[in-house]
Nanobody, 124 residues
Framework: QVQLVESGGGSVQAGGSLRLSCAAS????????LAWFRQAPGKQREGVAT????????YYVHSVKGRFTISQDSAKNMVYLQMDSLKPEDTAMYYC?????????????????WGQGTQVTVSS
């Protein structure tokens, strides 16, 4: 059973920073893909960033590129999302997700495992 537990959400003013953490009960050094998604009220869930755990290769959607950084600590089985220059439109519930034993670490295929989410609120 794969478990993902997010933490680190909160409320900040625009321009501020937050770091989200995801404790993953899977070895991040295996050929897995971990990702961050978000869902704002009344909107569809959207992918934000992924990381290929074996190589550490990141991928970002355009709206967060240059502001967000995804990283991992394989020794601790942790994945992080550093969010800088936050904007009010970044306000959402953020979810950690995983898919295992895959060579494709993008958003076009299903992520099978999800955390419970952590709320991020950015005020103007």
């Amino acid at each position: 059973q794969v478990q993902l537990v997010e933490s680190g959400g909160g409320s900040v003013q625009a321009g501020g920073s937050l770091r989200l953490s995801c404790a993953a009960s899977v070895y991040t050094s295996n050929r897995n893909c971990l990702a961050w998604f978000r869902q704002a009220p009344g909107k569809q869930r959207e992918g934000v960033a992924t990381i290929t755990t074996r190589t550490g290769t990141p991928y970002y959607v355009h709206s967060v590129k240059g502001r967000f950084t995804i990283s991992q600590d394989s020794a601790k089985n942790m994945v992080y999302l550093q969010m800088d220059s936050l904007k009010p439109e970044d306000t959402a519930m953020y979810y950690c997700a995983a898919k295992l034993q895959t060579s494709y670490c993008g958003f076009a295929t299903e992520f099978n495992y999800w955390g419970q989410g952590t709320q991020v609120t950015v005020s103007s």
